[in-house]
Every structure is written in structure tokens, then in C-alpha cells.
């Protein structure tokens, strides 16, 4: 079975602090992607890696980074965290290898900035 | 660009009612995925069907069906007999062929079985 873990089930930060949120999968898979889901607006995507290094901004990059160094890991880092990324963060993970595949997801990261 | 519009917000149920979940989506392209998830309470959200558009034929498992119509660029999602435990939010999602499997995800639709 396919596995995404994230590093925190539950997160508060101060504003202005910077925050990393951690995510691993154990499936070789290449595609990697950080969403926030919020009420009433769904999953909307931040950015996503397709290889080692690689990454693409997503629909909402704003106020996000991102770091890929090794296949199985994709960090998602919020420079200096405000009020209104306080959000239920996603991590999900995808094959490549015979074509369009499902995405795998994580437990979800529930962050609260104060 | 593509859309995918779950136009249920949220819908209640008695337990062991017949409950359809509709969604509507939009492309352009004529090679396309499509997906339904399913998020628990608990948060994490787990697969549950993929359909290539060039496969319309209808799928059942257990008390799960799926009603794929491209001449309404729809794919529907029928629960019979609902359960307590098919308490959750549904997402219906879409991607295209190409590219580097983005996403579009619906807005969902929440579900609640009634005992």
C-alpha cells in the first residue's frame, strides 16, 4: 500500500514565524503536491514537483515555498507565516511510470497561525 | 482551462437510503481523466474510482456505482443502502492528458447518514 506520511497532524505558529511542513512517501512515486483545503473552497494547489529539484507553481503559490531534494521527501515552507494561511494542509504523491494516476494523500497537517 | 462543478454543497440521508452525488465537468481536451475521493472525519482523503474518457461503461463495487456520461460531461456517483460510515466529504476531480497530472479538484460534497 501506497503511504504518505506528513510530519504534524496538528501545528500553531506565530506570525512571522517560519514554518516547514514535511512530507515523505515510500512509493518511488515522481509526482509530489502540497494543497490547502479550506471551507467551502475545496483543494486548491500550491505547487508540485514532478522530479527531484523540480517544481511548478500551483494555483495559490503566493506566500509558499517549496524544496525537493530527495525523491521521496517535498517540504513545504512558509517564510514567514501570516493569519490567513491558517489552513488544513495536503500532501499528496503520484506514479508516472504507465501513465495518468491517481494521487495518494496524506493525513492532512491542521496549522493554526496566531 | 478546466472546471469541475459539485454543485451538491451537502446532503442528508437516512440510513439505507439511495443517495446520488452529481458532477459536472469541463474540458476541451478529449483525453481526460476523472476521479471520485472520499474524506472521512479523520481527513484523509482516499481514492476510490479513475475513469479515462474513452471508457463509458459504468462500474459497480460492493454498494458503490459510477455513471460516466461524456453527452453530459457528467460522472455521477450512487451510493445504495448508505451507511453511517459513508459519512464524509466527496470530491470529484479531473485530469488532463499531458502535462504533470494537475488536478482539478470539485469543491465537494459533503454527506450525512442518518441512523
Known amino acids: 500500500d501506497v503511504k504518505v506520511t506528513q510530519s504534524s497532524r496538528y501545528l500553531v505558529k506565530r506570525t512571522g514565524e517560519k514554518v516547514f511542513l514535511e512530507c515523505v512517501q515510500d512509493m518511488d512515486h515522481e509526482n509530489m503536491f502540497w494543497y490547502r483545503q479550506d471551507p467551502g473552497l475545496g483543494l486548491r494547489l500550491i505547487y508540485f514537483s514532478y522530479d527531484v529539484k523540480m517544481k511548478e507553481k500551483g494555483d495559490i503559490p503566493e506566500g509558499y515555498s517549496v524544496s525537493r531534494e530527495k525523491k521521496e521527501r517535498f517540504s513545504l515552507i512558509l517564510e514567514s507565516a501570516s493569519t490567513n494561511q491558517t489552513s488544513m494542509y495536503l500532501c499528496?504523491?503520484?506514479?508516472?511510470?504507465?501513465?495518468?494516476?491517481?494521487?495518494?494523500f496524506g493525513p492532512g497537517t491542521r496549522l493554526t497561525v496566531t | 482551462a478546466q472546471k469541475v462543478t459539485q454543485a451538491q454543497t451537502e446532503i442528508s440521508v437516512v440510513e439505507k437510503e439511495d443517495v446520488t452525488l452529481d458532477c459536472v465537468y469541463e474540458?476541451?481536451?478529449?483525453?481526460?481523466?476523472l476521479f471520485w475521493y472520499k474524506q472521512p472525519p479523520s481527513g484523509e482523503l482516499v481514492f476510490l474510482i479513475r475513469?479515462?474518457?474513452?471508457?463509458?461503461q459504468n462500474e459497480i463495487s460492493g454498494r458503490y456505482s459510477w455513471n460516466f456520461q461524456k453527452s453530459t460531461s457528467s460522472f455521477n456517483f450512487t451510493i445504495t443502502a448508505s451507511q453511517v460510515v459513508d459519512s464524509a466529504v466527496y470530491f470529484c476531480?479531473?485530469?488532463?492528458?499531458?502535462?504533470?497530472?494537475?488536478?482539478?479538484f470539485g469543491t465537494g460534497t459533503k454527506l450525512q447518514v442518518i441512523p
Open positions: 474540458t476541451r481536451d478529449t483525453t481526460y481523466y
Open positions: 499528496a504523491s503520484s506514479g508516472r511510470d504507465r501513465g495518468v494516476y491517481e494521487q495518494y
Open positions: 475513469r479515462n474518457s474513452f471508457d463509458e
Open positions: 476531480a479531473l485530469i488532463v492528458s499531458g502535462g504533470y497530472q494537475k488536478v482539478t
